[in-house]
Structures are given as C-alpha cells and as structure tokens.
C-alpha cells in the first residue's frame, strides 16, 4: 500500500537513502515495485540509528538535482528529523510508527536545509492507509 502511495506522488521519489540495516532494505524491497521508473537506491551504514541533527547534515549533502528524495531509516531519528523540519508537524508530533510517511516539501536549496523549514504537505502510516485505500495523495 504505501508503495501505490509513494508512485502516486509528484514527483515520486528519484532517489532512495536507506539504512544498511536488514529491515529498511525489506521495506524498500517492498515498495521498490511500485516505483516506477525505479529511483535510484544508496544503502548508507551511516544512516543506522541516526539522529536527526546528522539526518539533516546528510540531506545538506545532497545534489540540488535532487528533486525528491526518500530517506529509510530508523526511530527515533527519523521522527525527530521529519517533526524538527516541519514547520507545523501536525499529526507527526503524535508518533511515527513503522513505515509511515511523511512528505515534506522544502523551498530552497539542500545545501541551506535548516530545522522548520519545510512544509508539511502529508502524513500516512500503513494503518491509515488500510483505512482509505482510495486516498489520493495530491
């Protein structure tokens, strides 16, 4: 479901920043079908266990060509990064349980990428997901 989900957005994802860790590279095995062209896939150790101030400094590193990026990684980093970025985290303050998504939009360059910044245009965990199996994540 959240494979559908992620090629249903625009744009959908072009590269793909996952943990080394044998769980993120079954989730992104799972929605890797979806996607399609497929994006391009790094596997980083680095981003094991990692916290949100280092999440942000890697995403600083990327190439403004870069146009959307999905980041499979780990809680509580990866909560903490999505909820410090957002400058309203809405529904991201409640938690963020296992595959869930948020799609975040920043104006700007990745370079520049600083904490409240972006926008945050949605929120899906599979659970919701399975609630509304016809969402339309425009």
């Known amino acids: 479901m959240m494979g559908d989900y992620l090629a249903g957005l625009r744009p959908p994802?072009?590269?793909?920043?996952?943990?080394?860790?044998?769980?993120?590279?079954?989730t992104l095995d799972e929605v890797l079908p979806a996607l399609d062209p497929a994006p391009q896939a790094l596997y980083e150790q680095g981003l094991y266990l990692t916290?949100?101030?280092?999440?942000?400094?890697?995403?600083?590193?990327?190439?403004?060509s870069a146009a959307s990026?999905?980041?499979?990684?780990?809680?509580?980093?990866?909560?903490?990064?999505a909820a410090g970025l957002a400058k309203d985290s809405g529904d991201l303050a409640e938690g963020f349980p296992t595959a869930a998504l948020a799609v975040l939009r920043i104006a700007g360059a990745w370079s520049a990428l600083q904490p409240h910044q972006a926008k945050l245009i949605d929120y899906r965990t599979p659970k919701s997901l399975s609630r509304d199996p016809d969402s339309d994540p425009d």
């Open 51 to 64: 916290g949100a101030g280092k999440l942000i400094e890697r995403l600083q590193c990327l190439p403004e």
């Open 69 to 81: 990026v999905l980041l499979i990684g780990h809680n509580p980093g990866l909560h903490l990064l």
């Open 13 to 26: 994802p072009r590269l793909v920043l996952c943990s080394t860790a044998r769980r993120t590279r079954e």
